[in-house]
């Protein structure tokens, strides 16, 4: 069984900063992927950010490279997205999600479908 807990979103106004937190919890927490996606109203959840629990292999989307930053603290299970220069467009439900087959692929796989896991999402809203 994994957990996923989320924190740390809110209302920003554009050109501020967040921190999203996923605390993660499951005996095989090491063979996993961790990612981020969004999803905003009307739209699919995609992906935002990702890395393998083991060490390396983080991942960024286009969109946020630059901006965005994703890193894991193991004495605390939690993976971080570190959310700067947020703009308006970045408006969505964040969630953290789970690929427990991760360390079968070479990288970071992005799908959605790939994810077993998920959060509860939290909401990042950016006033412009």
């Known amino acids: 069984q994994v957990q996923l807990v989320e924190s740390g979103g809110g209302l920003v106004q554009a050109g501020g900063s967040l921190r999203l937190s996923c605390a993660a919890s499951?005996?095989?927490?090491?063979?996993?992927?961790l990612g981020w996606f969004r999803q905003s109203p009307g739209k699919e959840r995609v992906f935002v950010a990702g890395l393998r629990w083991s060490g390396g292999g983080e991942s960024l989307a286009d969109s946020v490279k630059g901006r965005f930053t994703v890193s894991r603290d193991y004495a605390k299970n939690t993976v971080y997205l570190q959310m700067n220069i947020l703009k308006p467009e970045d408006t969505a439900v964040y969630y953290c999600?789970?690929?427990?087959?991760?360390?079968?692929?070479?990288?970071?796989?992005?799908?959605?479908?790939?994810?077993?896991?998920w959060g509860q999402g939290t909401q990042v809203t950016v006033s412009s």
């Open positions: 499951g005996r095989a927490l090491s063979t996993y992927t």
């Open positions: 999600a789970a690929d427990t087959r991760g360390s079968l692929w070479p990288g970071v796989r992005s799908g959605a479908g790939a994810y077993d896991y």
